[in-house]
């Protein structure tokens, strides 16, 4: 009888992670035909506004996420009660500097890892990505900036690292606190696998092959960060620092000048490359010092 129930128990936890997923892409697409049809009532051009559709449908999403956010927090789980013990033990400067930290290392990872896919042909091949692209930047800058930069971060990071995280977290790790060295290094490897799983699925949401490589990789980083504050606020900042630099990439000349030679595009690469494992390790050491 004990094992059906465990075994039922651990089936309703695996569909409590499924669950949110299911839900979030749902209401994402039937705001978004809904709001495409009064738009082309309305006599407008959807490719052309369609940041400025999907800023909108982000914003009509985000409080069916955050309610299952606020059922976890309002009866806290193992990873909730994880995530406080964490924070509890960092000061207001740690948490000022992860915050800088983790947006400047979101920032330039995103520049490495763009320039990165930049030198495959994977973006030339996959048809899916170019179509992305083009909705990503159409709109104006205005919707791209509180769209993808500010708006779709948030709602994207409380459903990946805090309610599917979260969950799969719970479902893989039983205890808050380690008996013994062995249950801490037990509870170490369950938690990467959940940050891989949680990456995975991050990365597969995104429907094409570019994507789906950068975001796996962006989202190990971004659970690790939320991991080492104690917060969620560390992958929202490292998520709108990259996703910036890559609205600034597209609209402005700023980085402009790594596209005048090959050479000079393989050096900024590694140089963003060198710089990204720096600040890796400048996090790492700073959520390591005793307070």
Not at 34 to 47: P, S
Not at 114 to 125: H, I, Q, Y
Not at 251 to 272: D, N, P, Q, Y
Request: aromatic share 12%; proline share 2%.
């Amino acid at each position: 009888m004990n094992q059906k129930s465990n075994g039922f128990n651990s089936l309703m936890k695996s569909c409590n992670v499924v669950y949110p997923i299911l839900i979030y892409f749902l209401v994402m697409s039937l705001a978004m035909n809904i709001i495409a049809a009064i738009t082309v009532k309305m006599g407008g051009d959807i490719d052309k506004q369609y940041m400025m559709l999907q800023t909108i449908v982000a914003i009509i999403t985000f409080p069916f996420i955050y309610r299952f956010y606020r059922k976890d927090k309002q009866y806290p789980t193992v990873f909730h009660m994880h995530l406080e013990e964490v924070l509890q033990k960092k000061d207001k400067k740690q948490r000022i500097v992860n915050g800088v930290l983790m947006f400047l290392c979101g920032a330039t990872a995103g520049i490495m890892m763009n320039n990165v896919m930049a030198f495959t042909t994977l973006e030339e091949k996959s048809i899916a990505y170019q179509e992305v692209t083009a909705s990503f930047f159409a709109g104006g800058i205005l919707f791209e900036i509180l769209g993808p930069c500010l708006i779709i971060p948030l709602l994207e990071e409380l459903l990946y690292r805090s309610v599917v995280y979260g969950r799969l977290s719970d479902l893989l790790v039983l205890k808050v606190d380690a008996e013994s060295k062995e249950e801490a290094a037990r509870q170490k490897k369950y938690r990467w696998y959940a940050i891989l799983f949680t990456s995975l699925i991050f990365g597969v949401m995104h429907m094409n092959i570019v994507q789906f490589i950068y975001a796996t990789i962006l989202g190990i980083m971004l659970s690790w960060f939320v991991e080492k504050s104690g917060h969620l606020y560390g992958a929202v900042v490292a998520h709108i620092g990259a996703n910036l630099m890559s609205v600034l990439r597209m609209e402005t000349g700023l980085f402009r000048w790594m596209e005048t030679g090959k050479s000079i595009f393989i050096i900024a690469t590694v140089i963003f490359g060198i710089v990204t494992i720096g600040l890796v390790v400048l996090i790492w050491k700073n959520n390591t010092k005793e307070v």
